[in-house]
């Protein structure tokens, strides 16, 4: 495969395509059928560079002048409600991970909420296969500048949108400083125009993966009841904290036999937690052992919404009100440093 890394003048050249002058207002969103029309209205300039959107592409997005600088992202949100980042981790794979973030994003619109799903689990990405979409650009599209992020965004079952990262390319997961600065630049749009912002981390602890967990407002770290499962769960919490987040780390127990189990496998991560790492984990609840979530995966459907009223969509709808609680409490507090300010600081950091 051929190296797209763009160079520095390229990428200058990418901004400037996806980020108008700042005295260009900015666009209201509409669902459309495709993305185009208004990608190039944004970009009149540079019309013939734009690539014609997905017909389930999510509605335009008009940056407005955004800047991806860790030190102008405060004083840019300062008067602007920016979208509540939660990052959905997991120490390993195979305990779900993705199937809570789909479902809990469902959960999130169901409420009324404007919700993106980011698939940032780069290299390994099946968000869109859990949704029953075939996206017919990714989230490696944005990465390599061909395609802008409100061409790639889809509208998923559950009402939310979902943005699609790719599966099996290698070079995804390991991202330069410029690549994740281009990607940036074009999710610097969406902390106006959504209320939540649902980040699906790639299992582990890569670095990838820390660092957008790491960038979250919140973070729900995912275990099932098995013994590696709790002992990766900790190993993830404990680089986490490693990196600084010892507010906002929630645990949720997937794949639970009773909510006694669910509670007693939180009882052993965080006094561990507190015993070694001086940081208390938040019990966010569990998700019941249910044959309806299997069911769903076939199906190619969120649970939440082939089958509202089963045991599992339960519990996910009242994870999503347990969400919710903290960021109404945390909007209360400092939090007008939004999720790509924080991740764009971690970024230049590296």
């Given at each position: 495969m051929h190296d797209r890394t763009p160079s520095p003048d390229q990428a200058e050249r990418l901004r400037k395509l996806v980020i108008?002058?700042?005295?260009?207002?900015?666009?209201p969103l509409t669902a459309t059928s495709g993305a185009a029309s208004t990608a190039s209205s944004t970009t009149a300039s540079n019309a013939s560079s734009s690539a014609s959107g997905p017909a389930?592409?999510?509605?335009?997005l008009n940056p407005a002048g955004l800047s991806v600088s860790p030190v102008s992202a405060p004083e840019r949100t300062r008067s602007t409600r920016i979208a509540r980042a939660i990052a959905i981790s997991s120490g390993k794979g195979g305990v779900g991970k993705t199937n809570l973030a789909v479902n809990l994003a469902a959960a999130f619109a169901a409420r009324g909420q404007r919700v993106v799903l980011l698939d940032a689990d780069l290299g390994l990405a099946n968000a869109d296969v859990l949704c029953g979409l075939t996206p017919?650009?990714?989230?490696?599209?944005?990465?390599?500048?061909?395609?802008?992020l409100e061409e790639v965004m889809m509208m998923a079952p559950g009402g939310f949108r979902l943005v699609p990262g790719a599966s099996g390319v290698s070079r995804l997961a390991d991202m330069g400083q410029m690549q994740r600065?281009?990607?940036?630049?074009?999710l610097l749009a969406l902390e106006r125009t959504t209320d939540v912002l649902i980040v699906d981390t790639g299992a582990g602890i890569g670095a990838n993966s820390m660092a957008f967990a790491a960038a979250a407002h919140s973070i729900l770290v995912t275990a099932t009841p098995e013994p590696t499962a709790i002992a990766d769960a900790y190993g993830a919490i404990k680089t986490l904290v490693a990196r600084g987040c010892r507010d906002g780390l929630n645990l949720v127990v997937n794949m639970a036999a009773s909510e006694e189990e669910g509670r007693a496998v939180h009882a052993r991560i965080d006094r561990v937690?507190?015993?070694?790492?001086?940081?208390?984990?938040?019990?966010?609840?569990?998700?019941?052992?249910?044959?309806?979530?299997?069911?769903?995966?076939?199906?190619r459907t969120p649970v939440t919404v082939a089958a509202p009223e089963a045991a599992a969509s339960l519990a996910?709808?009242?994870?999503a009100r347990v969400l919710s609680g903290e960021s109404i409490a945390a909007d209360r507090a400092d939090q007008r440093k939004g999720f790509l300010a924080r991740l764009a600081a971690l970024v230049t950091a590296r």
């Open positions: 108008p002058p700042r005295n260009t207002p900015m666009a389930q592409a999510a509605g335009a017919r650009a990714t989230l490696e599209d944005v990465v390599s500048g061909e395609r802008t600065r281009n990607v940036l630049d074009q937690a507190r015993a070694f790492l001086s940081t208390p984990i938040r019990y966010a609840g569990s998700i019941p052992l249910d044959p309806t979530v299997p069911a769903a995966v076939r199906r996910i709808r009242q994870l």
